[in-house]
């Protein structure tokens, strides 16, 4: 590293007896820190060795107001380096490693993605040890664990894995801790990369963690029994493992009344449902089944696709994917202009396919409806689930009407009663059946009923 130029290197003569070499990285390194607490200690003429004294005692008992270890080895030398460290390398074998780092990082604030109406304003950093405090704040307990370890071979990732001791069970979190310690890769940049290595199956759109930014969300699933998995450099934190269920369950419910929570869960899932299988039967209505229509509905529905060139499948298709472009691209616009131009556009572009005869009125109104009930979902991967498993039921329906929505359905429900991850069943508690875990799935109980710590 002697080419870099924010590598400082300085010596200096100890005592008239030694010379020892401080080294840290201007950026990573707090100099003001490094002048205080490092090289004021070791020029100071008031600290005399003892005669007997080695100069790696003598200086790990110099510096009193850092906090000190000692390192041997080179490779451990340049990871603490790396790591914003500052070294003093006296003769000898071993060096002195003082924390000297640099704390810059951004401040609290309220996450972006996933808001509340009523609760804590409170959201994830990109420091690992930032987003644990806010975690120890909520849950001062001893029993709360944090193993600590270092995944990527050129990346060096900080990656902590929480549990509370006595709430999760222990062979889930021997099975995390595999898991992760079984990651060979040469870089670990966002918790998106764990997940993908951790997960038991990949060929499937539904998330198998919950991914959040909220300490609170945490660490209430923290005394679940769940496991959380912290990534420095992200303010996304994974949490697992998921079910099905739970992906309609935002951490607003529990700070509201217990019939207000249930209404907004029961919506959620109202949602999913008219988010997955709307167009999927409004295209086997069109084009296989009108006769389930009344007659009056049927001649108003043919009196607009009249001029329409394409069939029902193909104009359902082409206008979600339309729809997905613009939510895309309203995505990746700046945010001063994005929101402006999704609105007008869809406004400006729905209205001209209506007038020029390209797509009917009613498929405005399904597409609109299906777009606005993906929004829903307080799990944005989940979302990104409803979309995926959307299109193929249209895929379905465009085939096969209503008998090829009825076979999708089938192997959807086969589906995620087949996952299980990290041997828990994805589709709890339908299948297998648990009624005592009812009381917080489709609805939730009034709290003074519910038990606490239940596994």
Not at 364 to 382: D, E, H, K, M
């Amino acid at each position: 590293m002697s080419g870099s130029p924010d590598l400082v290197m300085k010596t200096y003569i100890v005592q008239d007896r030694w010379e020892v070499t401080c080294l840290y990285l201007s950026t990573l390194a707090n100099k003001m820190l490094v002048d205080e607490l490092v090289i004021s200690e070791i020029v100071s003429p008031h600290r005399l060795q003892e005669y007997d004294q080695e100069p790696i005692e003598w200086l790990l008992s110099a510096f009193k107001q850092a906090e000190v270890k000692k390192v041997i080895g080179p490779e451990a030398c340049m990871k603490e380096l790396l790591d914003g460290q500052c070294l003093v390398i006296p003769p000898g074998m071993a060096a002195v490693s003082l924390e000297v780092r640099r704390q810059e990082q951004r401040s609290v604030a309220e996450p972006e993605i996933e808001a509340v109406v009523r609760g804590p304003r409170e959201g994830f950093v990109e420091d690992w040890s930032r987003n644990i405090s806010l975690i120890r704040k909520r849950l001062k307990n001893e029993n709360l664990v944090i193993e600590k370890m270092t995944i990527g071979t050129e990346s060096h990732t900080t990656v902590c894995l929480l549990y509370m001791r006595g709430i999760a069970q222990q062979g889930l979190i021997n099975e995390f801790r595999t898991r992760l310690e079984a990651i060979q890769t040469d870089s670990i940049l966002e918790s998106a990369y764990i997940e993908e290595y951790i997960q038991d199956k990949a060929m499937t759109p539904f998330p198998q963690f919950a991914a959040s930014e909220r300490p609170d969300a945490i660490a209430a699933k923290l005394l679940e029994g769940q496991a959380a998995v912290i990534t420095d450099g992200t303010p996304i934190v994974l949490v697992g493992p998921a079910t099905f269920f739970q992906m309609f369950s935002a951490p607003e419910d529990y700070y509201q009344r217990a019939d207000i929570a249930t209404l907004m869960r029961l919506l959620r899932m109202l949602a999913f449902l008219i988010s997955v299988f709307t167009p999927a039967l409004y295209i086997s209505v069109a084009s296989y089944h009108q006769e389930l229509l009344p007659s009056s509905m049927l001649a108003n529905l043919a009196s607009q696709r009249e001029g329409v060139p394409f069939p029902g499948f193909v104009e359902a298709f082409g206008m979600l994917i339309v729809f997905e472009i613009m939510r895309e691209a309203g995505l990746r616009m700046p945010r001063i202009a994005g929101q402006a131009i999704s609105i007008v556009g869809a406004l400006v572009l729905g209205q001209a396919a209506v007038e020029a005869g390209l797509i009917s009125a009613a498929m405005v109104i399904v597409v609109s409806l299906t777009a606005i009930s993906n929004f829903v979902a307080p799990s944005y991967g989940f979302g990104i689930a409803q979309r995926i498993i959307q299109f193929a039921f249209m895929v379905l329906a465009g085939i096969l009407g209503f008998f090829g929505v009825m076979c999708g359905v089938f192997f959807l429900l086969v589906h995620l009663v087949s996952l299980e991850p990290f041997g828990f069943p994805y589709f709890a508690p339908l299948a297998p059946l648990r009624l005592r875990k009812w009381t917080d799935t489709f609805i939730r109980i009034p709290r003074p009923f519910m038990k606490q710590n239940q596994k």
